[in-house]
């Protein structure tokens, strides 16, 4: 079964830094696209940020330059680092890959961005 588990969320101020993980299980990590995805009240979810096997790396145009993905295949982890946070940033990031074609999704963590 796979299972996808984020953390690092949390409260912080406008201009700061987090650092999201997700931890994988359940599928050979390494072989898979990794994505962040986040969606903020009343919002559609939006990809954030995406990271290919080859670690080939994709960004929306909102966080590019501001946001970094990674990823650590013996951990079968997925990091975002997020830096120079904004309010427009607040919403609930999920962790996502396709596998047989089917969307695996996270539970979520939650980021606020506010003074």
């Known amino acids: 079964q796979v299972r996808l588990v984020e953390s690092g969320g949390g409260l912080v101020q406008p201009g700061g830094s987090l650092r999201l993980s997700c931890a994988a299980s359940?599928?050979?990590?390494?072989?898979?696209?990794m994505n962040w995805y986040r969606q903020a009240p009343g919002k559609q979810r939006e990809m954030v940020a995406v990271?290919?096997?080859?670690?080939?790396?994709k960004y929306a145009d909102s966080v590019n330059g501001r946001f970094t993905i990674s990823r650590d295949n013996a951990e079968k982890t997925v990091y975002l680092q997020m830096n120079s946070l904004k309010p427009e940033d607040t919403a609930l990031y999920y962790c996502?890959?396709?596998?047989?074609?089917?969307?695996?999704w996270g539970q979520g963590t939650q980021v606020t961005v506010s003074s």
């Open positions: 996502n890959t396709v596998r047989n074609w089917r969307d695996v």
């Open positions: 359940g599928i050979s990590f390494s072989a898979y696209t």
């Open positions: 990271i290919a096997s080859d670690g080939s790396t």
